[in-house]
């Protein structure tokens, strides 16, 4: 699995992700919510108290995959598009393996 392109806006973050399928798309976001929450309280403990229920991401997600209804292009240019201020910020933009 490797990021292609990690943005934020106001209220989201947005991950471009490539992976070839031994894992499905649920797999995916769950492994990556897991690693990510788990850094971060990791790395700044206090994040935890200030959050509603101790929870860092919500239960929801979007997930799209390249193929019959997109490919590369119109899924990114979706991710960009998100967010209810329109402030997509690109954070990450070149391969970086999770594991």
């Known amino acids: 699995m490797e990021f292609i392109e990690i943005g934020m806006d106001k209220d989201h973050v947005h991950f471009l ?51 019959r209804h997109g490919d590369e292009n119109t899924i990114q240019h979706y991710v960009k598009a998100q967010g209810a201020e329109k402030e997509y910020k690109r954070i990450h933009q070149q391969q970086l393996r999770l594991f």
């Open 17 to 67: 992700i490539q992976s070839v399928p031994a894992m499905s798309p649920t797999q995916i976001i769950r492994t990556v919510k897991s690693i990510t929450a788990r850094e971060i309280f990791r790395l700044h403990p206090e994040v935890k108290q200030k959050l509603w229920g101790g929870e860092f991401w919500t239960k929801g997600y979007y997930v799209n995959t390249v193929g």
